[in-house]
């Protein structure tokens, strides 16, 4: 499953991995790597976010495979880590893995610079339908 962080931009700047899982069975055969490519290119984006838990080293050793740079979420600052929560719709994981940019600096300064976008997306895309779900 993948997605596109809507930002007032002439091209979706940033594409999130968000959950990829391939039957044990069915894994080191390449799996895994074909569908994270798959996705990032439907998303077309200029840069790429997914996340994880520090112990989940096959999601860690795929994506790093893939060109994903590793960072820890709870080693940022409050405002980047709340604004890759929103773009992210992620609130459990604690490793974000990123592409396309040079560090977790250019990702974050992007997202403040559109801060409302991903304040809109994130009400939106994950909370109202939580929201919804919670209420059924």
């Not at 990829?20 to 069915?26: A, L, M, N, R, S």
């Not at 989940?56 to 980047?80: C, I, P, Q, V």
């Amino acid at each position: 499953v993948y997605y596109t962080v809507p930002l007032r931009s002439s091209k979706p700047f940033i594409g999130v991995i968000y959950y990829v899982t391939v039957e044990e069975g069915y894994r080191g055969r390449g799996i895994g790597s074909a569908l994270v490519l798959s996705a990032e290119e439907g998303a077309n984006a200029s840069a790429y976010m997914a996340t994880t838990r520090r112990g989940n080293t096959a999601s860690l050793r795929l994506f790093e495979s893939l060109g994903y740079r590793a960072a820890e979420l709870d080693k940022m600052s409050r405002e980047a880590g709340s604004l890759l929560d929103k773009a992210l719709c992620s609130y459990e994981d604690d490793v974000l893995l990123y592409k396309g940019v040079e560090g977790v600096e250019e990702l974050t300064s992007a997202l403040k610079m559109f801060r409302s976008d991903v304040e809109t997306f994130h009400r939106e895309a994950c909370y109202n339908p939580w929201q919804r779900l919670r209420k059924a």
